[in-house]
C-alpha cells in the first residue's frame, strides 16, 4: 500500500513527533515509518511516511540548520524543513543511532541505542521485537558515542559506560551535549545513572547523579515482575543554563551543576520518554510512549499549559520522538 505525504515546509513553534504505524503482527516495534506534524497551536497539521529502517522512527532533533535528524534501524533520516520532505539516505556507519547533539564548531554526538551481542535470554517476555544486528560486526550493539564533522564524516568512536537495566540490551539510549561543548550527558533507559563523557578529553567522567533504583549488574534479564523495581531514568535535556532535565517513572527533575534535584515536576501517569525545548525558552515539551500522549510544560510555573492525545497509547506505544522546529533565524 502507497502512503501519501503532507507534511507542509516547516514554520515557526511546529512541533513534529516519531508516531510510526506499529501494524506488523509478528513485532511489536515493527512497521511503517511515519513523522506526525502538528503547529504552535498543537494542531495536527499534516504527516510524512519515511524511508529506511523498519522498526520505531525515533530521536528527532533539529540541527542549527534547522534540518530534522531522526532514526529508524541503522538508517539516519533527514528531513528538509523548506519542503517538509525527505531527503536521500546519506551515508553513516550502520549502528541504532537514537540521539543527536550538535556542537557549536559543527561537530554532530550520536548515541547508540544497543549494547548486547545477542537477543537476552527472557527478552521474549516483554517483547516481539526482531532485533537488527550491525551487518559488519554481527552484534545488536556497542552503547557508544560517536562523532561526526560538519560534513556527516565519521571522526571517532567513544567507549562509554551504560548502565545494566532490567532488558539487557539497552546502551546509549538518550544523550544531551552540556552548552560547553566539553561533554555528553546521557543514559540507559529504565536504568538509575544520569552519566557523563568528556568528549574533548575522552575520558568518562563521574555520575552526575545516581537515582535509587534496581541493581541489574547481573547481566540477566529481569525476573517477572521486578522490571517495576525502584526508580529509573529515561530522557534527558540540557537547559542553555547548564540545568539539566531528567524524565524519569512519573516525573521531571530539574538537576543543577552538582547534581542536585532544584525541582521536581510530578506527571500523571508513565513512560515520559522525550524532551524537546520551545524557542521560547520558557516551555518544554515531553511526551509519554506508553500514555501516547504529549504535554506543554511552563518550567517556571510546573503549569501544564496544554496536552495532545495521539491515540496511540499502550500496546499501540509509538510516540518516540519529539522535536520543536525553532525556525529559520
Not at 45 to 71: C, I, Q, R, S
Not at 183 to 202: A, H, I, L, P, W
Not at 207 to 233: C, F, P, Q, R, W
Request: net charge negative; aromatic share 10%.
Amino acid at each position: 500500500m502507497t502512503r501519501e505525504s503532507n507534511m507542509h515546509p516547516f514554520e515557526a513553534g511546529d512541533i513534529l513527533i516519531g508516531c510510526t504505524l506499529l501494524n506488523d503482527p509478528n513485532d511489536d516495534h515493527a512497521g511503517e515509518g511515519r513523522i506526525r506534524q502538528y503547529d504552535k497551536n498543537m494542531q495536527v497539521k499534516g504527516e510524512l511516511w519515511t524511508e529506511g529502517g523498519g522498526h520505531y522512527v525515533g530521536g528527532l532533533e533539529f540541527d542549527p540548520n534547522g534540518l530534522l535528524w531522526a532514526f529508524n534501524d541503522h538508517a539516519v533520516i533527514h528531513v528538509d524543513p523548506k519542503t517538509g520532505r525527505q531527503l536521500p539516505l546519506a551515508e553513516f556507519p550502520p549502528r541504532l543511532f537514537y540521539s543527536a547533539s550538535f556542537a557549536k564548531d559543527g561537530s554532530i554526538y550520536l548515541g547508540e541505542h544497543e549494547n548486547a551481542k545477542e537477543p537476552p535470554p527472557g527478552v521474549e517476555k516483554y517483547t516481539t521485537i526482531k532485533f537488527v544486528r550491525t551487518p559488519d560486526t554481527g552484534v545488536l550493539g556497542c552503547g557508544n558515542i560517536y562523532k561526526f564533522n560538519a560534513d556527516w564524516q565519521f571522526e571517532k568512536e567513544y567507549e562509554v559506560d551504560n548502565e545494566p537495566e532490567f532488558l539487557g540490551f539497552k546502551g546509549c539510549t538518550h544523550s544531551t551535549l552540556h552548552p560547553s561543548d566539553q561533554f555528553m550527558t546521557y543514559t540507559t533507559e529504565t536504568g538509575k545513572r544520569v552519566m557523563r563523557y568528556d568528549v574533548v578529553n575522552d575520558r568518562q567522567m563521574s555520575d552526575l547523579i545516581v537515582y535509587d533504583g534496581a541493581d541489574y549488574s547481573a547481566g540477566d534479564v529481569a525476573a517477572e515482575g521486578t522490571g517495576k523495581s525502584g526508580e529509573v531514568v529515561i530522557a534527558v535535556k540540557y537547559l542553555p543554563d547548564g540545568h539539566l532535565l531528567v524524565t524519569h517513572r512519573t516525573s521531571m527533575d530539574m538537576v543543577n551543576e552538582a547534581g542536585e534535584v532544584v525541582r521536581e515536576y510530578p506527571f500523571d501517569g508513565t513512560g515520559w520518554s522525550n524532551i524537546a525545548l520551545c524557542p521560547d525558552a520558557q516551555h518544554v515539551l515531553v511526551n509519554s510512549i506508553w500514555e501516547g500522549i504529549f504535554i506543554k510544560l511552563n518550567l517556571e510555573t510546573g503549569e501544564i499549559v496544554d496536552q495532545v492525545d495521539t491515540g496511540f497509547k499502550a500496546p499501540n506505544r509509538c510516540v518516540a520522538g519529539i522535536a520543536v522546529y525553532p525556525g529559520s533565524g
